[in-house]
């Protein structure tokens, strides 16, 4: 099973809290198809090519390769502060990519799927890609989203995208290209019609564009970034490898399971291009992609840009907070296909009340009780009643709601079920009041019966965080000394994670409170 996320490029600077979401949400579901026990390949990196490389580096001053490297090093440094598991690593400018890139091209060439042809219209210099009447307002005008257009007369190599657009048409109504969530399906849909007249511009006259991958039966020309870009999910899964390549087998990964992508590259490039694309290299429709769409973290409603100064720096970020808040607040606060708005005090108020005070709470009381009035061990009892049937009964709701959300790429859905579970408990030990329990030696059974139902709660929930708060999640299970808990798949939970006899380790906080931030 495969994951598959964006690479990344933004000649212009640093990656920002809307790259670091996209890996966050991935590395999200990547980490738990882990946990239900299942073999997950889970591939992301950087798109290093591109007229806007080119010019970046130019104003610059440096060498475009140099500026790639430059970039490449500054997204690695994210995936590691963010905690992102990823399996494969995918550099466009990598060999191993271009072979494969161009093994494609001469296979399209040769089966007659590319044509040349001379070109004069209006091109787009920031989208990197001629325009059509279509793309005019209702002014008749470019807007803005189009940045500098300037008129251009070009000879060109097409890929002949219309001859499968009544395929995709078909692929898409049918659910053979999975797009979640639905509401976007009509989107594409539309957009199918305007590529039923249209083929894809695939090179670029290397007069003008040096930097990319040439084509390798007409060396006036390299490949269009986002040709080059879209098979970098099956070149770096392996496929075309070569015999000694250490590039997995491409057909235990394939079809993948998931393309997390955002909103503004679903058309045309993800929704259109690509699977029309892999149509014609002779993938199958059993072999066809299914796209998570993901929204956009805005700032009050408005988009993070340079020219607004408002963009959210994620390294600064996981330096003032930390790792784990950081991941913590970009899979609660946003809903799963929908846009968000950033905001740091949400993200204080969050992480504090759910997982300082709730959480880290709650281990804390668990492992200092268990302490000081069990000697560190947990003992079996007898003691049963309604309060700690409570305990229980929510047990088994959020064994049964977490996987649910999870399954539906609800992120903060699960988390809201793992926080209320955690609440239950906590109001648990508020009630029984093992502080008091413990005074008194006819209470004795009660006591261990309160203490172990804490601990087993504690249990469980370290094991439903790995996958939003991996480091997290491994403290608190060395706290309380059970490392197979770590081993344990979604299927093996239920009561009875601690056994009777289990000691328990000293307790240390595992989510130290954020400190409230200065506002007036
Ligand atoms: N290089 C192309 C992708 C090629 S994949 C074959 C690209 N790169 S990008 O760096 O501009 O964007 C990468 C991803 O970040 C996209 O999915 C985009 O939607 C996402 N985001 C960019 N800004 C975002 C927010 N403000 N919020 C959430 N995600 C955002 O497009």
Redesign the pocket.
């Known amino acids: 099973m495969i994951f598959l996320t964006?690479?990344?490029?933004?000649p212009n600077g640093s990656p920002?809290?809307?790259?670091a979401?996209?890996k966050v949400l991935t590395d999200v579901l990547a980490r738990y198809h882990r946990l239900c026990g299942q073999k997950v390949y889970f591939l992301t990196g950087v798109?290093q090519h591109g007229q806007k490389m080119v010019r970046t580096a130019e104003e610059q001053g440096v060498n475009v390769a140099t500026l790639a490297k430059k970039n490449t090093k500054k997204f690695t440094k994210l995936l590691d502060a963010l905690s992102i598991s990823n399996d494969g690593w995918a550099e466009t400018i990598d060999p191993t990519h271009k072979a494969c890139v161009q093994k494609i091209l001469q296979h399209l060439h040769d089966d007659g799927q590319l044509y040349k042809k001379s070109y004069q219209g209006y091109y787009s210099i920031r989208q990197e890609q001629f325009l059509t009447d279509q793309e005019r307002d209702t002014d008749g005008n470019f807007g803005p989203e189009w940045g500098e257009v300037e008129e251009r007369k070009e000879e060109n190599w097409y890929f002949k995208l219309s001859e499968h657009t009544a395929w995709l048409r078909e692929a898409m109504q049918s659910n053979v290209v999975g797009i979640e969530p639905a509401f976007r399906k009509n989107e594409v849909l539309n957009a199918i019609e305007k590529a039923e007249s249209t083929d894809l511009c695939i090179s670029r006259p290397k007069e003008r564009l040096s930097w990319g991958i040439p084509l390798p039966f007409d060396e006036d020309f390299v490949t269009y970034v986002?040709f080059d870009?879209?098979i970098?999910?099956i070149s770096f899964a392996g496929y075309l490898k070569d015999d000694d390549s250490e590039l997995p087998n491409f057909e235990e990964l394939w079809p993948a399971h998931l393309h997390v992508?955002?909103?503004?590259?679903m058309v045309p490039?993800h929704s259109i291009y690509w699977p029309c694309m892999l149509h014609a290299i002779g993938f199958s429709d059993e072999q066809m992609p299914n796209l998570l769409v993901?929204?956009?973290?805005?700032i009050r409603g408005e988009?993070?840009s340079k020219s607004l100064g408002n963009i959210v720096d994620p390294m600064e970020l996981v330096d003032a907070v930390g790792t784990d808040a950081v991941r913590y607040y970009l899979a609660r606060d946003i809903v799963t296909g929908k846009d968000s708005d950033f905001d740091t005090e949400r993200l204080f108020v969050l992480f504090n009340s759910e997982m300082a005070n709730g959480l880290g709470n709650l281990l804390n009381r668990s492992l200092n009780m268990t302490k000081a009035s069990l000697d560190g061990k947990l003992e079996s009892y007898q003691h049963d009643d309604e309060e700690c049937q409570l305990v229980r009964k929510s047990h088994a709701s959020l064994l049964e709601n977490f996987p649910q959300k999870m399954a539906e790429h609800d992120l903060r859905g699960a988390l809201e079920a793992l926080v209320s579970f955690i609440t239950d408990v906590n109001t648990f030990a508020e009630r029984t009041k093992p502080w008091e329990l413990k005074k008194d030696e006819s209470k004795r059974d009660q006591l261990t019966a309160v203490l172990h139902h804490m601990c087993e709660s504690c249990a469980l929930a370290s094991i439903l965080l790995q996958p939003f708060l991996p480091d997290a999640a491994a403290k608190m299970q060395g706290q309380l000394n059970a490392a197979h808990l770590a081993e344990l798949q979604i299927k093996d939970l239920q009561w009875g994670l601690l056994p009777a006899g289990q000691t328990i380790n000293k307790p240390k906080p595992v989510f130290p409170r954020l400190q409230a931030q200065e506002t007036d």
Request: hydrophobic residues 40%; charged residues 20%.
């Open positions: 964006t690479a990344i490029d933004y920002h809290i809307g790259h979401y996209e798109d986002w870009a879209l970098n999910y992508i955002g909103k503004d590259i490039a993901h929204g956009w973290w805005n988009k993070m």
